[in-house]
């Protein structure tokens, strides 16, 4: 028994030393993405559930690895957030959204918005997050009210004193403040009110089942009236269905993103896509 659990203790260093290695590799392999650029934002319709009009485009991003292809986000942004390379991806994003949104109101997409997300690094780094911002409006000649930043709830809970701080600094900027994946975290309702938010975005898991699961029937009933009450935007994603979005204006839900419209495109197919539709 006790060379067993020596072997088990041999075993699982190798696995963990192994882990070690891999993230490794792949952290040197995010750091030679960065300087290379090898990243390309996709986006996704935000749509009017009512009059079916666009009215933001959400920036998603991948990384192009010339050998390996595209990768999704889930596979290396949260490395770059352990180890801070989120910084300089993070302003890679809005600099781009905000070139590629003024690239898509000329191309016959006008007036919609652009919807960046923003990790909780970024956040906590809210004085350079603010620079980047307006530095890249002006570049691009864009007004803020084109820019909407997604914060998910897990960053909002941390220190709420500092938190509504910085969110007032970025809302001072006039651009558009979203909570994503709402509903998921454990943020205190009681704080929606003293935050300076404009949008609840209900995650992507309550809308999945909404039609057979009760639960989630109503929690999203629940997030739409509590939404109203507070004067808030509200915004439901992984809407993938005809019957989701049936239900979602049936609950009196604004806007939707999901499947059921569009697929997150890059930029050129996105806008040949939404014209020819
Ligand atoms: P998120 O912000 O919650 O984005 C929504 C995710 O759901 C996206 O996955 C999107 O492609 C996917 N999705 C959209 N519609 C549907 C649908 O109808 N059904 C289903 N099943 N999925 C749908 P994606 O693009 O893989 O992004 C995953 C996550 O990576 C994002 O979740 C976000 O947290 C993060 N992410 C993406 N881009 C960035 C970025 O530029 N910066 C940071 N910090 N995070 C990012
Ligand atoms: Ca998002
Ligand atoms: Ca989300
Ligand atoms: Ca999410």
């Not at 595209?70 to 596979?75: D, K, T």
């Not at 997050?129 to 530095?135: G, K, Y």
């Not at 941390?158 to 001072?172: A, M, Q, V, Y």
Request: aromatic residues 10%; hydrophobic residues 40%; negative net charge.
């Amino acid at each position: 028994a006790k060379s067993e659990g020596k072997n088990n203790f041999q075993f699982y260093r190798d696995d963990l030393n192994v882990k070690a290695h891999d993230r490794l590799l792949l952290e040197n392999r995010i750091r030679s993405a960065i300087e290379e650029e090898y990243f390309q934002l996709y986006y996704q319709p935000q749509v009017d559930v009512r009059t079916g009009e666009l009215v933001g485009l959400e920036a998603l991003i991948r990384w192009i690895d010339p050998e390996k292809g595209v990768i999704p986000p889930i596979e290396f942004i949260p490395l770059a957030e352990d180890t801070g390379m989120i910084g300089k991806i993070g302003d890679w994003v809005i600099a781009k959204a905000c070139e590629e949104l003024k690239a898509m109101h000329a191309q016959g997409l006008p007036n919609v918005k652009v919807a960046v997300n923003v990790s909780p690094y970024q956040f906590k780094h809210g004085a350079h997050l603010c620079e980047v911002i307006e530095s890249s409006l002006k570049k691009y000649d864009l007004s803020s009210e084109y820019l909407s930043l997604e914060l998910t709830e897990s960053i909002l809970i941390e220190d709420i004193e500092e938190t509504i701080l910085s969110l007032n600094k970025l809302k001072g900027l006039n651009i558009t403040l979203a909570i994503d994946d709402f509903g998921t975290g454990y943020s205190s309702l009681s704080y929606l009110k003293s935050f300076p938010i404009d949008v609840l975005k209900i995650d992507q898991t309550f809308i999945r089942d909404i039609l057979s699961d009760e639960s989630d029937k109503a929690i999203v009933t629940a997030i739409i009236a509590m939404a109203d009450q507070l004067g808030l935007d509200v915004l439901a994603e992984g809407v993938e269905t005809q019957a989701h979005n049936d239900f979602l204006i049936e609950k009196g839900c604004h806007y939707a993103q999901g499947y059921f419209y569009c697929k997150p495109k890059p930029l050129d197919e996105l806008v040949e896509f939404w014209l020819a539709r």
